[in-house]
């Protein structure tokens, strides 16, 4: 396989491949019979400082695709472990390769990672490749992601394969070309802490802090300073979830991410009525991911990830674990600190009273009591615009709605600048579930990618409120079985 020079304008660096040999194998992406560019990310590729022509060109998919490698690369897939459903698993990029990082014009570095392009040391038995559906799921709900405000992966392409791959049943293969801040996981800190050397361990967390701290006053403690900036970002990303009803669906620690981005989005979905019980996942059978647990589950990783660190944070077991314990006690504090922020702003609230929250839990609680959808019951708050659902003809509310109407006149400002917060901070829409599963049927099955892209054409900016998102503000249908996602791996 040649090393491809273009005009695609690859700058690539390859910092990660200078880390002990333990993180990562050397390996090549498996050619695919027939590629055929599907989706593209113009304004990404912009960001990145690549030529978006070029790259749609036959050159720039025949590197999308795994067939040809650009010019700077060393391609490589990572090892890493985890705990899945909290039991505890060596893994590894199984179908994922890193091509290397592009060093962008304004000096940023992001990781650019082949998703399904073949087996690699640590496919564990799997055929490293990945299904159409689930690849264009990704694509769709990590871009709605970013454009909602929330740190996360993102998607450059699709490029379908040519070739079936086998799951349940059988289905058009693709690759995914995933765009993140780096591939660092709390799982590749597990994986040095359990099978590398103290050294290891060391090497990664320097690398760590060089990459995404850079600007961090570290103080005595450069270990500590890393452990404090990851609860920061887990505990902002964490809250900023809530804040628009997503459900990640499977937060295993090899998928949380070192740099508080969002990663792997195979059973996500976004919740419809509110109810802190809601699970979508068909693999959650207990429940351990439902949209209420997230804030626990992150603290729990954030431990696991305190465990791998405790060698570095001090020489002294007893001391290193009283370092980490203390600074773990804070996460849930200030994830429910961003939350809080978050919910005034929701409300049209810009300053502090201690009975804020109760107002807010009052409404949440009413919600869950009269299964109101979680999205559009802020949407009719933004514009003040009641309908006659259960909640909103309650007495319950009509007392509440009175409270909050007094609340926000004890703030300075008027009510139109109050509204005006709660359009910057409440989507006028999200990805439902079951148009997405409308968009992806069409493109999977009918070849029609139409509708897909006139799906993220309108959820480019969820905080417009523009007429054309009207029609995306609709709820399913009613059923009699309730809304399940899959892996798709």
């Known amino acids: 396989m040649i090393k491809e020079a273009s005009a695609i304008s690859w700058n690539l660096d390859n910092s990660y491949f200078r880390l002990p040999n333990i993180f990562f194998r050397s390996v090549t992406p498996t050619p695919v019979r027939l590629p055929e560019l599907v989706m593209f990310n113009s304004p990404l590729a912009a960001v990145m400082g690549l030529n978006d022509k070029a790259l749609q060109g036959q050159e720039g998919i025949a590197v999308l695709a795994g067939n040809q490698i650009p010019e700077g690369s060393s391609p490589f897939a990572q090892a890493y472990a985890g705990h899945q459903f909290g039991h ?49 799921r990704e694509y769709i709900i990590s871009e709605a992601m970013h454009a909602l405000g929330i740190p996360t992966t993102r998607s450059l392409a699709v490029v379908k394969t040519g070739e079936a791959v086998i799951r349940e049943t059988k289905q058009p293969g693709a690759i995914l070309t995933r765009v993140s801040s ?17 050294d290891d361990l060391r090497v990664l967390a320097d690398y760590t802090l ?34 628009v009803g997503f459900i990640h669906g499977v937060m295993n620690t090899d998928n949380m991410t070192i740099s508080g981005e969002t990663i792997d989005y195979g059973p996500c979905a976004f919740m419809d009525t509110y109810d802190l019980s809601t699970v979508f996942s068909s693999i959650d059978i207990k429940g351990r991911y ?24 001090h020489s002294e077991h007893e001391q290193a674990v ?22 005034r702003a929701k409300l049209g609230i810009c300053n502090e009273e201690e009975q804020d929250k109760n107002l ?37 509310f009509g007392d509440w709605y009175k409270l909050w109407k007094a609340r926000l006149a004890r703030q300075q400002g008027t009510e139109a600048a109050a509204h005006q917060l709660m359009k910057k901070s409440n989507p006028a829409i999200i990805p439902r579930n079951h148009r997405v599963e409308a968009v992806l ?34 709820l399913p249908e009613r059923s009699s079985q309730p809304y399940k996602t899959y892996c798709g791996t």
Do not use: C
């Open 290 to 313: 439902a949209y209420g647990n997230q804030p626990y589950i992150g603290g729990w990783n954030l431990a696991r990830f305190a465990e791998t660190l405790l060698p570095l944070l």
């Open 322 to 343: 009283k370092l980490a314990q203390a600074e773990i006690a804070k996460f849930s504090e200030l994830n429910y600190y961003n939350w809080l922020r978050g919910m």
């Open 441 to 474: 049927e069409a493109a999977v099955q009918r070849d029609d990618y139409r509708l897909l892209k006139e799906f993220l054409g309108v959820h480019r900016d969820p905080y417009a409120y523009s007429s054309e998102q009207e029609e995306y503000t609709s």
């Open 182 to 198: 780096s591939h660092l996981r709390v799982g590749t800190f597990q994986y040095a802490s359990e099978w590398g050397a103290f």
């Open 360 to 396: 807010i839990e009052g409404l949440l609680s009413m919600m869950q009591e009269y299964r109101a959808d979680y999205t559009n019951t802020f949407r009719a708050l933004t514009l003040d615009t009641l309908d006659d659902s259960l909640l909103f003809g309650s007495t319950d």
């Open 88 to 136: 505890f698993t060596m893994l590894g990029d199984g179908r994922a390769i890193l091509l290397g990082e592009q060093l962008t014009p304004t000096g940023q570095r992001f990781d650019i990672q082949l998703k399904g392009s073949g087996k690699t040391p640590y496919s564990r038995g799997g055929d490293g490749r990945a299904a159409l559906g689930p690849m264009l």
């Open 210 to 243: 060089n990459r995404h701290f850079p600007d961090v006053e570290v103080g005595e403690n450069s270990y500590l300073a890393l452990f404090q900036e990851v609860i920061k970002r887990q505990a902002l990303l964490i809250a900023k979830w809530q804040l």
